[in-house]
T-cell receptor
Framework: DAGVIQSPRHEVTEMGQEVTLRCKPI?????LFWYRQTMMRGLELLIY????????DSGMPEDRFSAKMPNASFSTLKIQPSEPRDSAVYFC????????????FGEGSRLTVL | AQSVTQPDIHITVSEGASLELRCNYS??????LFWYVQSPGQGLQLLLK??????LVQGIKGFEAEFKRSQSSFNLRKPSVHWSDAAEYFC???????????FGTGTRLTIIP
């Protein structure tokens, strides 16, 4: 199994630019999660999907952030416009929806906004 | 509301010494508890999990954890650490029908020769 695949691994952009992060969950998993990790705030859940439907987006910081899951094998997290405070590592994780909460994480996308 | 407290931000132990990382949780029902490990530049990998049954659970890489309901704790232990155990360790809590895991702030483990 290829695991959760995220791209890009590293992104450096300038303030005001649009950023799109991508995630391919493990095949057969029906829940997908986006987390943000920073030194100051640790791991924060931004949004999660079940069967491609957003279930809880209460962790999305503001309207500049949006996430989509057009099908079971792909999700995007978009930031528009980006700001320096968005600099973080963004993780995607998936689970098989057995309601036990066990997550499988990707290697993360490190975003730097200058 | 659910929460996790990892009181130790950074721990240093000698190679071969025993290890215990502390985790306290708050959850309004029967918790599901997890320990994850993160190596530099990597994602989080599951070490072990507790759902029910035996309160002492075994995980990968020789780690174990004990669930103590009376203390709301789920401490991680290893009898003898190896240099490769240097990483950041996260405790997390969830529950029945609850797919939202809440993570602690992590404990960074440094191993000295």
């Amino acid at each position: 199994d290829a695991g959760v695949i995220q791209s890009p691994r590293h992104e450096v952009t300038e303030m005001g630019q649009e950023v799109t992060l991508r995630c391919k969950p493990i095949s057969g998993h029906n829940s997908l999660f986006w987390y943000r990790q920073t030194m100051m705030r640790g791991l924060e859940l931004l949004i999660y999907f079940n069967n491609n439907v957003p279930i809880d987006d209460s962790g999305m910081p503001e309207d500049r952030f949006s996430a989509k899951m057009p099908n079971a094998s792909f999700s995007t997290l978009k930031i528009q416009p980006s700001e320096p405070r968005d600099s973080a590592v963004y993780f995607c994780a998936s689970s098989d929806g057995d309601h036990t909460g066990e997550l499988f994480f990707g290697e993360g996308s490190r975003l730097t906004v200058l | 509301a659910q929460s996790v407290t990892q009181p130790d931000i950074h721990i240093t132990v000698s190679e071969g010494a025993s290890l215990e990382l502390r985790c306290n949780y708050s959850y309004g029902a029967t918790p599901y508890l997890f320990w994850y490990v993160q190596s530099p530049g990597q994602g989080l990998q599951l070490l072990l999990k507790y759902f029910s049954g035996d309160t002492l659970v075994q995980g990968i890489k020789g780690f174990e954890a004990e669930f103590k309901r009376s203390q709301s704790s789920f401490n991680l232990r290893k009898p003898s650490v190896h240099w490769s155990d240097a990483a950041e360790y996260f405790c997390a809590v969830g529950g029945v029908g609850n797919e939202k895991l809440t993570f602690g702030t992590g404990t960074r483990l440094t191993i000295i020769p």
